[in-house]
């Protein structure tokens, strides 16, 4: 049975941090709905009604243009252990950028990974809690390392000459281009 809140309480952030991936959805009309795993130690919540997370440079730029263009956005948790459980939150999201004045105050938050371009900041609207009874027992084995290398190892001029062409969604909505954060970005 689905339970809703307003806010975020203390078992929802405890499930949250015991998560690696969430999952992100963004829809814009007369767009695909955008739909994407997340991993690494990219999640926070900053308050029972605000979270954020750290996103680094990838095929796209769906989310940033999508809350442009519409500004919902939807996080999911799946609890692949005991109990079984989907955590859902609903929100408004708007992409910071390094450029932007809020962006040292929000990346204080988190460890920069290479290729870290935005954080996305969600005021939450609603938080949805469901059985998960269909989601599967898994085990985490280990992050996967590829998108920090690609990025540890890209010419920084490179990065941001392709980067910065990344102004449109893939059906055409504007995006917010960004450059590459380097100051600070390290693996661990």
Known sequence: M???SDVLGDDHVAMIAKQ???FVATAAEGARINLSPKGYDAFRVLAPDRVAYLDLGGS???TNAHLIADGRITIMFCNFEQPALILRIYGQGRAILPK???WEQFAAHFTLLPGSRQIFDIAV?????SCGWGVPFMDFERERDTLKKYHAQANPAEWAAKYSTRIASIDGLPARPTDR???GAHED
């Open 2 to 4: 689905a339970e809703f």
């Open 60 to 62: 796209g730029n769906e």
């Open 181 to 183: 954060y380097i100051a």
């Open 125 to 129: 609207e609603s938080v949805q809690t």
């Open 100 to 102: 932007d004045p809020e």
């Open 20 to 22: 690696p991936v969430f």
